[in-house]
Nanobody, 127 residues
Framework: QVQLVESGGGLVQAGGSLRLSCAASGSTFTNYAMGWFRQAPGKEREFVAAISRGGSRAPYADSVKGRFTISRDNAKNTVFLQMNSLKPDDTAVYYC????????????????????WGQGTQVTVSS
């Protein structure tokens, strides 16, 4: 069992930055690839970014490429999402998730690969 707790969300103006954190507990953190997803009101949950166990591979959704950076600190059991140049379209609840299966950059955006999910943190970007 893995417990995931997100933090760092909030209200920011367009063009601003936020850094989300996701703290993991309950199991060996390096057993899991990690992902960030988001869900806006009335929309389906969508993939944002993922990172392999060692941090060497990190695929991104096209919509955030060049603006968001995912990273992990395995010593602190934490994964981060640095979000720069935020846009109103980035407004959503952001979720982190843990995947115990084989990491594939091609499959990293499939939410059904992930075993555990956090409760989410709200990000609101005003125009």
């Amino acid at each position: 069992q893995v417990q995931l707790v997100e933090s760092g969300g909030g209200l920011v103006q367009a063009g601003g930055s936020l850094r989300l954190s996701c703290a993991a507990s309950g199991s060996t953190f390096t057993n899991y690839a990690m992902g960030w997803f988001r869900q806006a009101p009335g929309k389906e949950r969508e993939f944002v970014a993922a990172i392999s166990r060692g941090g060497s591979r990190a695929p991104y959704a096209d919509s955030v490429k060049g603006r968001f950076t995912i990273s992990r600190d395995n010593a602190k059991n934490t994964v981060f999402l640095q979000m720069n140049s935020l846009k109103p379209d980035d407004t959503a609840v952001y979720y982190c998730a843990a995947d115990s299966s084989f990491f594939s950059e091609v499959q990293a955006g499939n939410p059904y690969k992930y075993d555990y999910w956090g409760q989410g943190t709200q990000v609101t970007v005003s125009s």
